[in-house]
């Protein structure tokens, strides 16, 4: 005996299995969309750190190179106040020098001022002395004629 199923009991089934087949369909589009809008958040919460990191990045880049022009413009200050300090000094060695020139040309003027004089109270002495010589020569082949 075959045993037909009853139309109504099978209609019955159909109609339980179609809701039951409605409500998983339902609940995986629940879940789907679930996923997407985790992963809509997910992908804007990473667009927003990203943008995040590339703000970041450019105060950086702006914060290096404005130390960077600082460096530049102290060692520029630090350069051109050594360049002014070496001009300073000489300018000072220069006339260091030119003083030490001007001492030694006059020491070596009063020097030959001094052996000038020297020399003149020597050959004056001289001259007298050879005055003397003479009188004293004369006084002598006077003494002896007599």
């Known amino acids: ?4 199923p009853d139309p109504a009991q099978e209609l019955s089934a159909l109609h ?5 087949l409605k409500d998983s369909i339902a609940a995986m589009r629940q879940s789907l969309e679930a996923m997407v809008l985790d992963k ?12 995040d990191e590339v703000e970041n990045m450019k105060a950086a880049v702006v914060a290096l190179r404005d130390a960077l022009e600082t460096l530049r413009n102290e060692r520029d200050r630090q350069v051109q106040e050594a360049v002014a300090q070496g001009k300073a000094e000489n300018r000072e060695l220069q006339t260091a020098v030119q003083a030490l020139r001007d001492r030694l040309e006059q020491a070596l003027m009063d020097e030959r001022d001094r052996f000038r004089l020297e ?8 001259a007298h002395l050879r005055q003397t010589v ?3 020569r004369e006084a002598l082949e006077a003494g002896g004629r007599k």
């Open 1 to 4: 005996m075959a045993h037909t």
């Open 16 to 20: 339980a299995e179609n809701h039951h």
């Open 40 to 51: 809509n958040a997910a992908v804007q919460r990473q667009a927003a750190a990203s943008r």
């Open 119 to 126: 020399r003149r109270a020597l050959e004056d002495e001289l």
């Open 134 to 136: 003479v009188a004293l």
